[in-house]
C-alpha cells in the first residue's frame, strides 16, 4: 500500500464550553506506516488515551482528520464505523474488560460473533488465536477463574480474533505485575512481528516503550518529539 496507514491531521479535541472548556489535544499531526510498533509516552493528562480513542474511532475529534488508508473514518456513517472498528482494529486496556459470565473462548469468540460470523467459525478462529497466545489449555475456564496475566492474554487474543491491521493499546500491562507485564509485552511484540501487525501502545513504562521501534511524547496536548 502506498502512503502512510493512518494519519492524523490537524486534530484538537476540547472538552466543555466557554470559561469550563478545556483543550486537551492541539492540532495533531501523526502518520503510522503498516508494521511499525509506537510507544505513545506522557504525563498524566497529557491527552495520550484521547488520541488513541480518536485514532481508534471511540471519541470524535473537535477538529482535524483521521484517515486510515486515505479515508476518513469520521466522514463514515455510524454504521459504517462500527464495522471499521470491528474488522480493522483491535483493543487491549489496562483493564481486560472481560465478561465474566462467559469463557475465556466465549470472551475471544465475541467481535468474530458480532461481526456475523457462524458459531462454529468463530469458535475455530478463536482457539486458533488462543493457541497463539499460549492459553489452549484454559479455554473453558471464566475471567474469575485466570490470572491477572492469563486474563490481559485473553483480551490480547480477543483483540486479534478478527486479523486487524491495528491493535492500539492503552496502559496493557498498568495492573500486572512487572513478570507478568513483562510477558504481556513479549508477546504482543512477538504478535506484530509474526503477523504484520501496526501496535500503538499508550504506555508510562520508558524501559518497556524503549523496546519497541518509535516512541511518541505526548505534552500538554501536543506531540512534543
Do not use: C
Amino acid at each position: 500500500m502506498a502512503g502512510p496507514l493512518i494519519e492524523l491531521k490537524d486534530i484538537s479535541k476540547s472538552f466543555g464550553k466557554g470559561s469550563a472548556r478545556v483543550d486537551v489535544l492541539n492540532n495533531i499531526d501523526l502518520s503510522l506506516e503498516a508494521g511499525e510498533m509506537v510507544a505513545v509516552l506522557g504525563a498524566s493528562g497529557a491527552g495520550k488515551s484521547t488520541m488513541l480513542h480518536i485514532l481508534g474511532g471511540i471519541d470524535r475529534p473537535t477538529s482535524g482528520k483521521v484517515l486510515y488508508k486515505g479515508d476518513d473514518i469520521y466522514r463514515m456513517g455510524n454504521g459504517k464505523l462500527s464495522l471499521f472498528r470491528n474488522r480493522d482494529l483491535g483493543f487491549v486496556f489496562q483493564s481486560h474488560h472481560l465478561l465474566p459470565e462467559f469463557t475465556a473462548l466465549e470472551n475471544v469468540m465475541m467481535p468474530s460473533m458480532i461481526a456475523g460470523h457462524g458459531r462454529n467459525e468463530a469458535r475455530e478462529k478463536s482457539l486458533s488465536i488462543l493457541d497463539k497466545v499460549g492459553l489452549s489449555h484454559r479455554w473453558h475456564h471464566k475471567s474469575g477463574e485466570l490470572s491477572g496475566g492469563e486474563q490481559q492474554r485473553v483480551a490480547v487474543a480477543r483483540s486479534l480474533v478478527m486479523n486487524p491491521a491495528v491493535v492500539l493499546a492503552d496502559e496493557p500491562t498498568g495492573n500486572l505485575d512487572s513478570k507478568t507485564g513483562d510477558e504481556v509485552f513479549g508477546l504482543m511484540m512477538e504478535l506484530n512481528r509474526n503477523m504484520g501487525i501496526t501496535l500503538v501502545m499508550v504506555t508510562h513504562n520508558e524501559k518497556l516503550a524503549a523496546r519497541l521501534g518509535r516512541k511518541i511524547v505526548v505534552k500538554d496536548g501536543r506531540i512534543a518529539s
